[in-house]
Nanobody, 117 residues
Framework: QVQLVESGGGLVQPGGSLTLSCAASGIIFRVYAMNWYRQAPGNQRELVAGISRGGSTNYVDSVKGRFTISRDNARDMVYLQMNGLKPEDTAVYFC???????????WGQGTKVTVSS
């Protein structure tokens, strides 16, 4: 059974930091590209950051320089370090794993991040 389980969300003040974690099980983690998506109320889900099997990363422009995605293949974990948080970062954040070629794709249940004073 494949599971992606996110943790680390919560309430933080503007300018603060959070680190999201995603624990994967049931997949050969090292062969999956891993991504973080987010969805704010009334908005479509958007790709925030991605990391390839080889460790290459990509970010949506709005988080470049503030967010960092990383992975630990020994622990089957992917992380999203979020600094300089803004109210517009408020959303439910989802962990996503996609196999090479896109034949297999899995989602976590999401973790809520609220940025507010």
């Amino acid at each position: 059974q494949v599971q992606l389980v996110e943790s680390g969300g919560g309430l933080v003040q503007p300018g603060g930091s959070l680190t999201l974690s995603c624990a994967a099980s049931g997949i050969i983690f090292r062969v999956y590209a891993m991504n973080w998506y987010r969805q704010a109320p009334g908005n479509q889900r958007e790709l925030v950051a991605g990391i390839s099997r080889g460790g290459s990363t990509n970010y949506v422009d709005s988080v470049k320089g503030r967010f960092t995605i990383s992975r630990d293949n020994a622990r089957d974990m992917v992380y999203l370090q979020m600094n300089g948080l803004k109210p517009e970062d408020t959303a439910v954040y989802f962990c996503n794993g996609r196999s090479s070629g896109g034949n297999y794709e899995y989602w976590g249940q999401g973790t809520k991040v609220t940025v507010s004073s």
